[in-house]
């Protein structure tokens, strides 16, 4: 758990004091087509899943999911959901920068919109989502491209940490890509995305 308020996780706190859901709670539409590809009673790990939405999503689909997040206020947030949807949901409040990731692996590992990471960072939680998972496990991202910042309907300000499909290939090259897709989507994810995006949606299997 972190164990002061940085500037950055001030800011998250206060996004998430609000009584709305930033991002709202339906999943992400790529995780919600990606349905097909999960069994109940895997385990999956939910990387960054601020209040929670996907992380539910998953339990509602019978995972055993674990959600992390370094915002405690998100995390509160992310049990209430699943406590009105029914669900059994674990929560981690964790800095993904000083994280043992130390678990039992995953069959399942989901990164949505962990846009935060500079390209040394992101590296470094790449390599942590595939040491997580067991053989044959799964890892699920979806992000903006470099098109995004035209658009700004949400995500990071930042070109760095923007992604391109040469980029996810060449850092997923040691996994078989069973989907790879780069699309311009309008959507409506609470008001922190909404409207015409520009995304990527990576699957692969280690």
């Keep these: 758990m972190p164990t002061n308020e940085s ?37 999956a790990l939910a990387v960054a899943d601020g209040e929670g939405r996907n992380g539910v999503a998953l339990a509602r689909q019978g995972l055993d999911v674990l959600s992390v997040d370094f ?25 993904l920068a000083t994280w043992s990731w130390d678990e039992p692996p995953f069959d399942v590992v989901v990164g949505i919109f962990i846009q935060f990471a500079g390209p040394a960072f992101r590296e470094t939680i790449f390599e942590k989502m595939k040491h997580a998972l067991k053989p044959g496990g799964l890892i699920l991202l979806t992000g903006y491209r470099p098109e995004q910042l035209a658009y700004k309907t949400g995500g990071p300000s930042q070109l760095e940490n923007l992604y391109t499909a040469h980029m996810l290939r060449d850092a997923f ?17 609470g008001a922190g995305h909404s409207g015409m995006s520009a995304l990527i949606d990576l699957v692969a299997r280690k």
């Excluded at 090259?173 to 994810?189: F, K, Y």
């Design 71 to 95: 915002s405690p206020v998100g995390l509160a947030k992310a049990r209430t959901l699943a406590a009105d949807a029914g669900v059994t949901l674990h929560t981690k409040c964790v800095d």
């Design 7 to 43: 500037p950055e996780l001030q800011r998250w706190n206060g996004r998430f004091s609000s009584s709305e859901y930033v991002f709202g709670t339906a999943p992400n539409a790529f995780l919600a087509s990606q349905a097909h590809r999960f069994t109940p009673g895997q385990r």
């Design 173 to 189: 090259s040691d996994m078989t890509i069973l989907h790879l897709a780069e699309h311009d989507d309008g959507i409506n994810e």
